[in-house]
């Protein structure tokens, strides 16, 4: 899929300077197409899995140390009640949408939402439900949304099966992962059965690269 950027599409005479660089407009048909990359999802079925976790009630109290109590508070009592409703209703996304001109939207997890501190078995239920609701959510728009997944990569061999899973089952284009995965960078060891799997989905090749929708 070719990627629509703030900048003016390359000129047939700047494309033939460059031999092998495509154009970056999203068409349907004979129209471009706006699309929106960085578009989260907030499953509220999943915090109802994790609220009775340690690790769940000691996130305030980590938050304050992080980014300092000013931030914190502000977050709780003014950002996240007016992000909510954003993240939590379709219709109204769609309604937003189309204010801003956004013909498409690829729809991932909130960062907030990967858990990677997660036991197998948490994990499972936690990737299950949010890749499953971001499908679900997709599905009833397909002219209009796309999915991203979640895959619990704290657990590489778990994290394969879902990353087929939801590719190649649900139809999601992909899954987005953090920067790091409890203070470890991607490029540790232990990650690397999940980047050298086999994807065994064509979708996983096909629909991302193509420059199909």
Known sequence: ???HTCHRPHSPERSAEHPGRTDRTVRRGNRCLTVDLHCHAFVTEVEQLVK????????????????GVA?????????????????????????????????IQVISPTSVQH????????AREIVRTTNDK??????KHPDRL????????????????????????????????????NGLELDDPR?????????????????ILSGRL
């Open 1 to 3: 899929m070719y990627l």
């Open 52 to 67: 009775d976790r340690p690790e769940k009630q000691a996130e305030p109290a980590m938050q304050r140390r992080v980014m």
């Open 71 to 103: 931030s914190a508070e502000y977050n709780r009592t003014t950002m996240l009640p007016a992000a909510a409703p954003k993240l939590t209703n379709l219709e109204l996304r769609l309604r937003d949408m189309d204010e801003m001109g956004v013909d």
């Open 115 to 122: 858990y990677y501190w997660a036991d197998p078995d948490l």
């Open 134 to 139: 971001i499908a679900e959510s997709c599905a």
């Open 146 to 181: 796309l999915a991203l997944g979640n895959v619990a990569l704290q657990h590489p061999e778990l994290s394969i099966e879902q990353l087929d899973h939801c590719v190649g089952e649900l139809g999601m284009r992909g899954v987005e992962i953090s920067t790091a995965v």
């Open 191 to 207: 990650f690397a059965p999940f980047w050298r799997a086999p994807r065994s989905s064509g979708a996983w090749s096909s629909s």
